[in-house]
């Protein structure tokens, strides 16, 4: 989760950076991301901070649908030759080495890095009853949202999408689409500095009074907890300046075995008094079990070779000149 939040600093600085016209250096971008996802993150109830969630979301929606329109309005892609024929280049079925698949393989991942956070979602429900049916519309509508979305602005930009996809559109309509997002960004931050926070936040006053009353302990070790968590996500937004290569980490290394292996785990887990005793077994359980040990397995494969994939398309990107250096002042969205 700190990692998330740091790739959320990390796109805040590229929103101040496009709309700024990279008015100073990014890392003073970084550094607002920060103080104001700190701020926002040590509000401590899950239900005051949904309140600024649905902002979050509806920027974000509606800053992607002014990028998807945009892209389908205008002549070409800003990436593209302005003048004489150019080619979208579109691709079906590419044909990548074994260390780029991997490396995309931990971006997909990463698009659903939230599912960790379904723990605290559901401990802090009035009705954890509902979680489920929460979960299943929350995880549907998303992934539609992603193909939908992703197959419109791929169509109209072939090769020359950009990453983050926001600057695709060109100077005027990156201003104004990552204007519109920096609600949505700074919430992501706020969302993945608050839960890890939160997290430490109770194993450190597990069993003590000051868990749950308004003592000074109390407020000292919550503010510290979110204050570690933040500063911990900043070093890692400046330590990896580069957007995809980062989420592409995070997505392998870390989303792989919490999104995949944990659950699947989980479940054989919850189902082993059916393993104990063979009057319980039916075809569900045979089927369940088979489908999570493929899922563990695959989720080990991803978590090496993703990881495998990523940390060699960080070292060519620093190798090639394509990025900065860590804690770099330049524009980070000269061409993302």
């Known amino acids: 989760m700190t990692f998330i939040a740091g790739s959320a600093f990390l796109s805040v600085s590229i929103a101040l950076n496009a709309i700024s016209l990279h008015a100073t250096c990014t890392q003073v971008f970084v550094v607002v991301g ?31 649908l002014t990028l998807t329109i945009s892209v389908g309005v205008e002549d070409r892609p800003a990436a593209a030759n302005q003048t004489g024929p150019w080619e979208k280049d579109l691709i079906l079925f590419g044909n990548p080495t074994f260390a780029e698949a991997a490396d995309a393989l931990g971006t997909l991942i990463f698009a659903f890095g ?20 929460a979960a299943c519309m929350a995880q549907a509508l998303i992934t539609m949202v992603y193909v939908t979305l992703s197959i419109v602005v791929y169509y109209y930009c072939g090769q020359y999408v950009a990453s983050p996809a926001l600057g695709s559109a060109g100077v005027l309509m990156k201003r104004i689409c990552y204007g519109v997002a920096i609600p949505g960004l700074l919430v992501s931050g706020l969302l993945f500095t608050h839960l890890p926070a939160k997290y430490v936040f109770v194993r450190l006053l597990r069993g003590s009074q000051h868990l749950s009353r308004n ?23 400046s330590a990896i300046p580069f957007f995809g290569d980062l989420i592409s980490l995070v997505g392998a290394l870390f989303g792989t075995p919490l999104v995949i292996s944990l659950e699947s785990g989980m479940w054989i887990y919850y189902s082993w008094d059916q393993w104990q005793f063979a ?5 569900w359980f045979y089927t369940g079990l088979v489908l999570n040990s493929f899922l563990i397995l695959v989720g080990a494969f991803i978590t090496v070779a993703g990881t495998y994939g990523s940390v060699l398309a960080i070292k060519a990107s620093f190798d090639d000149g394509s990025v900065g250096s860590v804690w770099s002042c330049a524009d980070n969205s000269a061409s993302t």
């Not at 009057?279 to 075809?283: I, M, N, V």
Request: aromatic residues 12%.
């Open 215 to 237: 003592t000074v302990t109390h407020w000292v070790v919550w503010l510290g907890s979110v204050a570690g968590c933040a500063l911990f996500s900043y070093i890692i937004a």
């Open 114 to 133: 939230a599912t960790p956070a379904f723990f605290n979602v559901i401990a802090e429900m009035k009705d954890p009853r509902d979680f489920t049916k």
């Open 34 to 64: 920060l103080i104001i996802c700190y701020g926002l993150a040590s509000i401590q109830t899950l239900d005051r901070v949904s309140y600024i969630g649905w902002i979050g979301l509806t920027s974000i929606i509606v800053a992607v």
């Open 279 to 283: 009057d319980r077994r039916g075809k």
